[in-house]
């Protein structure tokens, strides 16, 4: 699933997570963060699309999520804008509770420490 949104990723991406106030920017910095939360759940799946619809063009869409890391249940929303050249241009992560958001966190820090 990550390879198939990755490709779909401008060159100048921007993604913004709760896990920092920094965006990670670019192509594969933001494949590289997405690949790296795939890794960390030990669930991982999209149960519902919104779309918006108030103009000819859809430009901004939400992914709602469900994931586990643990015994941690994490739920949350992927906001993503479309560019002229129908690539992802930002993406925009929201999720909670803290809780999960921290499991998830030293989860990635305990993978990328090995």
């Not at 997570?17 to 690949?35: K, M, S």
């Amino acid at each position: 699933m990550v390879d198939a949104a990755a490709a779909e990723l401008s060159p100048d991406v921007v993604m913004l997570n709760p896990a920092t106030d920094d965006p990670v920017v670019g192509h594969e910095a933001v494949a590289d963060a997405l690949r790296a939360v795939e890794g960390a759940c030990d669930e991982f799946q999209h149960t519902h699309l919104l779309a918006e619809l108030s103009s000819d063009r859809t430009s901004l869409w939400g992914l709602v999520f469900e994931a586990r890391v643990g015994e941690a249940k994490l739920r949350g929303i992927d906001l993503i804008e479309i560019n002229e050249q129908d690539r992802i241009a930002r993406f925009e992560v929201a999720a909670r509770p803290i809780a999960a958001l921290m499991a998830l966190g030293n989860r990635m820090k305990e993978s990328q420490a090995t």
